[in-house]
């Protein structure tokens, strides 16, 4: 959430952070704001509200500010009402003549109001409702308070505070320096040719350099031109390892598509086919599912006697396809919980047993307190995450790596799926080292998996009728999504899809479900979206279609070619390629994105950016 960029170097900073900042806009952009200064000059502070588009106008897309040195920042308001006043960068002083430090910040000071009252009771004042002012005051406080280098002063605010934060500030009485400090959000750090960047994510910087430091938890950060240096609490300087990242530039970019959401829809096959491989080792008869760069040991996996699956929004929702997967291939039995409710409730944790947390950012707040919270029980902890170096790939015990690449879109589409594809091969790899898949079924669902990329693009032949579908429910307010099993975790997924980019409410239930009460909701018109990939649930789930429509629903279905009996039920089908039932789900949910991304665009809104709602949510 928010976004963050820094740079110091030979060229002006200010196009340089926008250029960056417009690359994160998704992570908030309800405002936005730059802080540029010279060597010798005072620093110069232009603020927007609203989307990053005001900033580039009010700045000359950044020409009208000079300076080789600069912070910037895009905002998802948690403090404070979105505004220019809100907006950061923030100041130490009463107006930027007199700002001794000038400071940028994601995430969250939980005890900011214990702060700004003992701030104010030493004289500061405060201009904004941001717990970020009370943060760079505090900086401020303690740098004059014992006249210490900058280190030492951010070391100290950052004791007493509590919360998560990552924060970029620049001090007036250095001015080739800029600082950085991290605990529980994100911030990397690249070096290119003379040149250093600092980011909130990496697509900011990827255009400029590939090679990266991340800088640790309650870790902090020197930056001049072409060098970081890095230091613990203590002030006392730790060495690190570059870093190479392997995304493209052009990954972040659009690349001819309208949006990015459009873009990574397309971007499904190769996704998945990458992931696939990633793990996949050999030809034919002889490919394996090949764990040794995760590391967990045959023994480790024979001995697991529970999986618990720690996740939210969509990555909950793979957590949810997934559990029957892992049952029914691997035998064991799978608990899958909302990250956030997880954490609070002090679960019982089998010490046999295995958390798994899904997330494609590695951020996500709710879901590295799950992690931690398994850890402190004393539980082995996997990660299924697509952002190399992110805190939660850094601190589970074991890794698997979704290769999506950068998923720019807020709602998530190719980062599902490649989630999907790494929980199915974790399901076939358990329940063969456990002794309950043979060797010819192993080879069949690996074939099984390997024609995913090209039924994913078959189905993107049917985007005109999906596309249709949604200009006639352009209007639509309810929706309900139905499916049992896996059908009914992918209706969890379509039904997201549709609430979060189109605004319309939805509501996914298990079809069995509907009797117990949501079946009074159905009246004439309510359109009703089925899902039918499961075999041995199509007939139940189509009577309760035929429930439905006796009461009048609309009904729409998604189900396999050859099922054209449902026509007979249905008012609108669209059909799939078939693939073995356990991997229906990364089939099925592409129409439901598809349906999603067009509806919003009929509704003629901001695909990529919805209201509210930021990529990777780093705050509870
Ligand atoms: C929905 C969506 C969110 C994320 C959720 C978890 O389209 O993107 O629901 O799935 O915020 O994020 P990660 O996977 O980064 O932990």
Redesign the pocket.
């Known amino acids: 959430m928010c976004g963050i960029v820094g740079f110091i170097g030979r060229h002006d900073a200010a196009p340089i952070l926008l250029d960056g900042l417009s690359k994160l806009e998704y992570r908030g952009y309800d405002s936005a704001g730059i802080a540029v200064r010279d060597k010798n000059g005072d620093v110069e502070i232009v603020k927007a509200k609203g989307r990053l588009l005001n900033l580039f106008e009010k700045t000359d897309s950044g020409k009208a500010l000079h300076g080789t040195i600069g912070i910037g920042h895009t905002r998802w308001a948690t403090h404070g009402e979105p505004s220019e006043t809100n907006a950061h960068p923030h100041i130490s002083g009463s107006d930027v003549s007199d700002a001794t430090v000038v400071g940028v910040h994601n995430g969250i000071i939980e005890n900011y109001g214990e702060m700004k009252d003992k701030l104010l009771r030493k004289g500061y004042k405060f201009y904004s409702e941001t717990d970020t002012e009370v943060m760079v005051k505090l900086v401020d406080y303690y740098y004059k308070k014992y006249n210490c280098p900058p280190g030492e002063a951010i070391a100290k605010a950052m004791v007493r505070v509590r919360g998560s934060y990552a924060l970029v500030l620049m001090f007036k009485d250095y001015p080739d320096e800029i600082w950085a400090a991290r605990k529980d959000s994100p911030m990397i750090i690249g070096i290119c040719d003379g040149e250093t960047y600092v980011a909130s994510d990496v697509p900011a910087i990827l255009k400029y350099t590939k090679n990266v430091y991340y800088i640790g938890n309650m870790e902090i950060a020197r930056l001049k031109e072409g060098s970081a240096e890095f230091f613990n609490i203590d002030s006392e300087p730790i060495t690190k390892e570059l870093f190479e990242i392997t995304w493209d530039a052009e990954a972040a970019e659009k690349g001819g598509y309208e949006h990015f959401m459009m873009k990574e829809i397309h971007e499904q096959p190769r996704a998945v086919l990458d992931t696939l491989n990633s793990m996949i080792k050999g030809e034919g008869n002889e490919c394996k599912i090949d764990f040794e760069c995760i590391g967990i040991s045959d023994e480790e996996i024979k001995a697991i006697s529970q999986i618990y699956i720690a996740?939210?929004?969509?990555?909950?929702?793979v957590g949810m396809a997934t559990q029957y997967v892992i049952e029914d291939l691997a035998k064991i039995p799978v608990r899958v919980e909302l990250a956030s409710e997880f954490r609070y409730r002090s679960p019982i944790l089998d010490k046999n047993g295995l958390v798994i947390v899904?997330?494609?950012?590695?951020?996500?707040a709710d879901?590295l307190a799950a992690l931690r919270e398994a850890k402190e029980k004393g539980v082995k902890t996997l990660a299924v995450v697509?952002v190399v170096g992110s805190s939660?790939a850094r601190e589970a015990d074991y890794v698997i790596y979704t290769l999506s690449g950068p998923e720019i879109a807020?709602?998530?589409?190719k980062?599902?799926s490649t989630?999907l594809v790494a929980m199915y091969l974790l399901a076939i790899k358990f329940g063969s080292v456990r002794g309950h898949i043979d060797k010819e079924t192993y080879s069949y669902y690996i074939s099984e998996l390997y024609t995913l990329p090209d039924k994913i693009k078959k189905i993107f032949e049917t985007k005109d009728k999906l596309q249709w579908f949604a200009a006639k429910f352009v209007n639509v307010h309810d929706v309900f999504f139905i499916g049992r099993n896996i059908d009914y975790a992918v209706s969890l997924e379509g039904s997201?899809?549709m609430k979060?980019i189109s605004y319309v409410h939805s509501e996914a239930y298990a079809a069995g479900e509907l009797k117990h009460g949501t079946i009074s909701m159905i009246e004439d018109g309510t359109l009703v979206i089925s899902v039918l990939t499961q075999p041995q649930l199509y007939e139940k789930t189509m009577s309760n279609m035929v429930e439905c429509k006796a009461r009048g629903a609309y009904l729409a279905a998604v189900t396999t070619y050859g099922h054209y009996n449902i026509e007979e039920v249905a008012n609108f089908v669209t059909y799939i390629p078939n693939v073995d039932a356990h991997f229906m789900g990364s089939l099925s949910v592409v129409p439901l994105q598809l349906l999603g991304y067009y509806l919003s665009l009929n509704r003629g809104l901001d695909v990529d950016k919805p209201r509210n709602l930021a990529?990777?949510?780093t705050v509870e």
């Open positions: 996740a939210c929004g969509s990555a909950w929702h899904i997330s494609q950012s590695g951020e996500t879901s697509n939660i807020v709602a998530t589409t980062a599902y989630q997201l899809k979060e990529k990777s949510v």
